[in-house]
Each structure stands twice: as C-alpha cells, then as structure tokens.
C-alpha cells in the first residue's frame, strides 16, 4: 500500500501514536499519564496539526512545558508538518473520569477501557475506605464469588470507579481470558432504549450472556426509569444465577435508593454492600502525598496539610487543587508556598470554607491558653500573651481565606509583616516543641467541627 492513498486522519493518528509514545518516554510515566495521556489529535488548518486539551489549566501548563518537545518529535515523524496549535475541547472543564462517554466512542463495545491510573496501588486506603478496599480486593483475587453482588456505596469522588476499573485491571492481569464488562447505569439504559427501539432487544442480552464479571457503576441513574430497571433486574438475575461476578456502585445505600422497586433495592443489598465514608483528614493527607509522589513534584509538607484541612467535599476536587498549584508553580517557575497555594486556589478554598471566623480563632484561643479575649488585641508582647496571639494569627491563616493584612487588621490593627512572623515562628515552633504541636492540633481541630 503506498503511502499517498491512506486517509490523512489514520497516518496523522499514526504519527501522533509514535510522538505519544516517545513523549512517554521521554516523560515518565507520572507526568505521561497526568498531563499528556488525555490529549488528542486532529488535522488543523493549512496541513497543521491540531492538539486538543481538556481544559484551560492543561492547556497552559502542556504549552509551557511540552510544546517545544512535541514540536521537535512531530518534525521527526515528519518534517513537513505544519505548525502545532495547542487547544482546548469545546467541553472545557468537564470532570475527568468520563468513563461512559468514552466507551459510547467505541461503538457500541462495552469492554472496559481501563484507566491506568486507577489501580489498587494507587488507591489510597484509610479508615474510610478500607472495608471497600479489601472487599474490592477479594473480589479481584478470589477463584469463586465470594459476595454476590459487592455494592460500593459512596458519595461523588470517594473512588467507587477508581475500585472498579481497579478489580477489572486486576482481574485482566490475572486471568486474561475473563471478560469484565463494565458499564455506567446510564448507558445500561441508553442501550437499552436503544435496542427497544431497533428491536434488537435479543442482541442486547446476549451482550451480557457471555460475561464473567458485570459492573454497573452509579446505579442510582436507573432509579425511577421503570423498563431499565425491569431489564436490569432480569440480567442481574440470570448472572447471580450462573455464579458470575457482579460489582454495581452507587451514591447511597440500597435500602436509600428511593424510585427503585423494592425487590432491587433487596437484591442489591444481597451480597455485601461496602460503605465507603467521606474522607477524614490522615486519609486526604495520603492521597496528596500519593499523588504528589506519583508526579515526581516536590511539594512542601505544608502546602499539603493545608490542602488536606481544607479542600474536604471529595478526592477529585482534592487532586484538581494539587494540579492547579502544581500547574501553577511550574508556568510562573517558583517553588510552591503557602501563599501561592492560598492564590491560585481561591475560589475553590471558599466553596469549601468551613466558615470559621477569626472570632472564632481568637476567642478558643483564648480560652485555651487562658488569656483575656482583649489580649488579642491588646499591644502587650509579654511571652504569656504574646506566644497565643501568634498560635492564633497562625490559624487564622490556616483556617481561614483572609489575607495577612486583614487578619492583623483584626488583631489591633497590626502590620501584615507581624503576621507574616508570627505564621513562620508558629510553624517553626511546632517542629520542635510537641506540646505546642498538640495545642495547635487540638485547638484546629475544635475549631474545625
Ligand atoms: P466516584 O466514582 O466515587 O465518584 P472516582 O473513583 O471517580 O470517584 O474518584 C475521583 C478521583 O479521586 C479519581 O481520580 C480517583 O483516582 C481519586 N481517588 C478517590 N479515592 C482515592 C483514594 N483512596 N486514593 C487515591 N485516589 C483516589
Ligand atoms: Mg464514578
């Protein structure tokens, strides 16, 4: 076959699939896989080459530290390219795991697509967690079924397609010739609508006849859809029947799914139902020392307590705020600091505000140390009243989205330079005197709940 009769899209996907593979290389695999994994390629104007990225953050960050090196592996492949332009994807910003809307790409396939990165090594695993974890694990190593089904309930971002694509990739790994199928509730659905209307319902189920472990992720989305769920209800049946493995996930407990008919919602709560909990703080920590590690990044301790306090909805906002500051860092070329972290993460730190004030601080502050609540702001800098004061700027800061200035403000109009002090005196203070340590950890965490 020569060369001038293939169809521009498959060799310029050629190409792209030989730069990938070099830029991996040449990467590593962490950086592959956070930053350059999701791009993807399409002719762009004049013969040029057209890179699209998820979202803006990416976009800036694969600009400032890749563009260079994609263009000199591009003129390799082939010298004559054109110029490269780095874009965003029209759906900029959406969630990253768009597992679903990925397979619906690979008409009609429902093998799963395994994400590298969601593997039980890189599953963090805490108080929270761990029930989910170790029951995801049995089911991923065990010769027969040991639960059937295993039901993940948790809220959005605690893992539940993380364990999934996890026990599939294990399973894959182990016994190549399974076939793990997963699907999300809403494609179940969407296939079946589909397979009603082209009356081909036949063809649907024999999809899944074949299948030696089924997982449903979200199955929350079919409740109140009354025809998926009778369909869904007579595969679950017919697979628990023939002893395959059944994995489903959803937003809450069977026995909570309200608009799913109760023989589901029993059938569902049959084998195990694993919780899995909102994250506590040692468990947040983790992750961002996991994912700090994975990506070769050096972030100080610091930045990453501060994100553990205080991103708390879920681990996808948790990593996106770990990106940013890193994305951050790397395109302005300053090392990562608390204050940078404070900036760049603004708005999310306020949709998380737990909304302690800096009343709050000073009066437990207080009250722990036993001063007087006007020492706050009173200008004596006696050791007894002076050392409080700093532990309590120093939460402020913490705990708070106040700048230094405001927060001096509100401590008898001292300059932000004082605060600034008093944070790094506090800071250095913990690393040596325990019990300082603990009244600091004890007092955030009061003020915390
Ligand atoms: P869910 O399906 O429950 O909404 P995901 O599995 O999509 O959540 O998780 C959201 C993001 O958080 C993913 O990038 C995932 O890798 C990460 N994540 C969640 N829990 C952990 C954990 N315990 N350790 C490491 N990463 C985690
Ligand atoms: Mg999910």
Request: hydrophobic share 40%.
């Amino acid at each position: 076959m020569s060369r001038d009769t293939q169809p521009v899209a498959a060799s310029r996907e050629e190409q792209w699939s030989r730069v990938r593979a070099r830029l991996r290389s040449a990467v590593g695999e962490a950086a592959f896989n956070s930053w350059l994994r999701p791009l993807s390629v399409s002719s762009g104007e004049n013969g040029g080459i057209r890179i699209v990225v998820p979202t803006r953050f990416m976009r800036d960050w694969v600009v400032k530290n890749y563009a260079d090196q994609m263009h000199s592996l591009w003129c390799d492949e082939c010298p004559d390219s054109g110029p490269i332009d780095i874009e965003i994807a029209v759906a900029a910003d959406a969630p990253p795991a768009a597992v679903g809307a990925e397979a619906e790409a690979r008409d009609g396939g429902l093998d799963l697509d395994i994400d590298p990165r969601f593997t039980f090594a890189n599953f963090v695993v805490g108080k929270p967690n761990e029930l989910a974890y170790a029951a995801a694990q049995r089911v991923a190593e065990a010769g027969t079924v040991p639960f059937n089904p295993l039901y993940l309930a948790g809220g959005v971002g605690l893992g539940k397609t993380h364990l999934m694509h996890a026990i599939a990739g294990a399973i894959r790994t182990r016994l190549p010739g399974r076939r793990v199928v997963y699907v999300s509730a809403e494609r179940f659905m969407y296939e079946f609508i589909r397979a009603l209307r082209y009356k081909n319902v036949m063809s649907f189920k024999e999809q899944f006849r074949s299948v030696d472990v089924l997982m449903i992720d979200d199955v929350q989305f079919i409740a109140g859809k009354e025809s998926t769920q009778e369909e869904f209800f007579h595969t679950f049946n017919a697979l628990i029947d023939q002893g395959r493995q059944i994995i489903i996930s959803g937003d809450r407990s069977p026995s909570d799914l309200d608009h799913m008919e109760e023989r589901m919602r029993s059938r569902l709560g049959w084998g195990l139902v694993a919780d899995i909990h909102a994250t506590d703080y040692e468990l947040r920590l983790g992750i961002l020392q996991s994912k700090a590690e994975q990506m070769a990044a050096t972030v100080p301790g610091q930045v990453l307590e501060f994100l553990a306090h205080r991103i708390t909805s879920n681990v996808r906002e948790l990593e996106g705020g770990l990106n940013r500051v890193l994305a951050y860092s790397n395109l302005v070329g300053r090392p990562i600091t608390l204050e940078t972290t404070q900036e760049v993460l603004k708005d999310l730190l306020r949709a998380n505000d737990r909304r302690v004030s800096i009343e709050d601080i000073q009066k437990r502050v207080a009250e722990h140390f036993n001063i007087r609540l006007g020492d706050m702001h009173s200008p004596r800098r006696a050791r007894a009243v002076a050392r409080p004061r700093q532990v309590a700027m120093y939460l402020c800061k913490q705990l708070t989205t106040r700048s230094l200035p405001e927060i001096g403000r509100k401590f008898g109009g001292r300059d932000h330079t004082t605060v600034m002090h008093a944070v790094r005196k506090i800071d250095e203070l913990r690393q040596a005197d325990s019990a300082l340590h603990e009244d600091v950890e004890l007092l955030r965490r009061m003020l915390e709940n």
